[in-house]
């Protein structure tokens, strides 16, 4: 990071933001009606309900399963927010820079929870619902989860590894120079 030429002091925010659009994404995955699409049938499934058309729906939380995974990811975005709201507090201040890796953690433990859940959803899903001849496919609001996912991971690790470059967060580094003459 401090390779290419970044100064930590102006792009330590980009973390709180990418967990802000990883909030964004987990929404958008909650509340997606896209999970699941039958083709050939015009059938949907999201999280919560499995709709044969538009007035006829059945509810997924009727099963183990699905109320496992709803609850599994809604977990983990409770947790996102949670470390959205700490990592405002982490970076405002010098003595609260310990809580970097604490935030890394949850957030490792976020993904783990949203990890299991998407992982869970489709493996019953296909087995609970096994249509014969018609071929599942994971849409659009499943992706946004994946998408949120992978923030996590990626931001657990970036606020594990910051600590590391405390003096370079608050601007008490000495400028570390690419050339020196001979």
């Excluded at 927010?81 to 003595?95: E, N, W």
């Excluded at 783990?112 to 493996?123: A, C, E, M, N, T």
């Excluded at 990626?154 to 400028?175: Q, V, W």
Aim: glycine content about 8%; hydrophobic content about 55%.
């Amino acid at each position: 990071m401090l390779a290419c030429g970044l100064a930590c002091e102006r792009c330590r925010w980009i973390l709180p933001m990418l967990l802000f659009s990883a909030i964004i994404f987990d929404i958008i995955a909650l509340a997606g009606r896209g999970w699941v699409e039958l083709s050939g049938t015009g059938q949907q499934s999201s999280l919560w309900w499995r709709c044969h058309s538009v007035s006829t729906c059945e509810s997924l939380m009727d099963f183990a399963w699905g109320r496992a995974a709803a609850a599994m990811l809604f977990c983990g975005f409770i947790i996102l927010v949670i470390c959205f709201i700490l990592s405002f507090f982490a970076f405002c201040g010098s003595q609260m820079l310990v809580f970097l890796r604490m935030i890394g953690s949850l957030l490792a433990l976020a993904a783990v929870f949203q990890i299991i859940s998407l992982v869970v959803y489709p493996v019953k899903y296909n087995e609970t619902f096994n249509d014969s001849g018609v071929t599942y496919i994971y849409s659009w609001a499943y992706g946004f989860g994946w998408a949120a996912t992978i923030i996590l991971i990626g931001c657990s690790f970036f606020f594990c590894c910051l600590p590391n470059y405390a003096d370079d967060l608050l601007g008490n580094a000495k400028p570390r120079y690419f050339y020196t003459s001979p």
